[in-house]
């Protein structure tokens, strides 16, 4: 049976992009989207666009103006192949001059999967400084791994186990979270009460990600061999990428991945 992640409004970054050829359209100033039972990724602000990194790519040329003047069609044309070729024969370096910054809220365990793609800027809600929310993340069916190492499938844990061994994990979340707000009432610092938290706690961080480190989380998280839940959120990251800048992922999905390797 297919497996579900709980409660989420994930986007479908198979949708095809919206039309015209000017990326640069209106849009609103944020953009929010629910994802598993507790989450969201939110958008806060892009600096730069397509055409940014194709005058990037250009300046070397001092052509840079071109793209920036010419809107016409055969411009549109030539802009959308230099992006291409840019993304195929893997020269990056333009897009970085596109950035992103998103307001994520996810489970501990998949942020530190997160935080793992190191070229961008992060900051996190502190657990030593603030009372952590009452939110944990539970799964609507549990996985259960099928086949041996290194060749192998999941599955979703069947019924009633499924729900007997989901009711076991809320309690343990339920025992921590009322052994915490007592370590609290005592007096224990924070930064010591929070180590009775388990993993599938919530946390809300920063993310400020240029266009090609944002590609490259893409290419590894919005691919098939990534765990689910994260997926869950390179899916609604790439429908934001591709909405902000279409022809750069348009290169990105024919040239690059997801799931190829760059």
């Known amino acids: 049976m297919p497996l579900e992640l709980g409660p989420a409004n994930v986007a479908d970054a198979s949708t ?8 640069r359209q209106t849009h609103a100033e944020t953009w929010f989207e629910t994802v598993l039972d507790h989450g969201f990724v939110e958008l806060i602000d ?4 397509d055409r940014r990194c194709v005058a990037a790519a250009r300046v070397s040329l001092r052509r840079e103006q071109l793209s920036l003047a010419d809107h016409g069609a055969e411009q549109v044309e030539r802009d ?6 840019l993304v195929r024969d893997r020269h990056t370096s333009p897009f970085e001059h596109a950035v992103f910054q998103f307001r994520v809220r996810a489970p501990i365990f998949v942020v530190r999967q997160w935080f793992r793609h190191r070229f961008a800027s992060y900051n996190e809600e502190s657990a030593r400084y603030t009372k952590l929310e009452d939110e944990f993340h539970l799964p ?3 996985r259960i791994r099928v086949g041996k ?5 999941y599955e979703a844990m069947p019924e009633p186990e499924n729900a007997a061994l989901l009711a076991a994990i809320q309690a343990v979340y339920d ?3 009322q052994l915490y707000e007592r370590l609290l009432e005592r007096g224990v610092a924070r930064e010591h009460a929070r180590l009775v938290l388990p993993v599938a706690q919530f946390t809300t961080f920063f993310w400020t990600v240029n266009a090609l480190s944002l590609m490259n989380f893409l290419n590894l998280r919005n691919a098939p061999h990534a765990q689910a839940e994260i997926q869950a959120y390179a899916e609604v990251i790439e429908a934001m990428f591709r909405d902000r800048m279409p022809w750069t992922h348009a290169a990105f999905r024919a040239h690059w991945g997801p799931g190829s390797i760059g």
């Open 16 to 23: 095809p992009p919206p039309t015209g050829t000017d990326p």
């Open 149 to 153: 190492a290194m060749d192998y499938r």
């Open 46 to 49: 892009v600096i730069g666009d």
């Open 140 to 142: 609507a069916h549990l």
């Open 80 to 85: 959308k192949g230099l992006l291409a070729r």
């Open 175 to 177: 025992d921590a979270r």
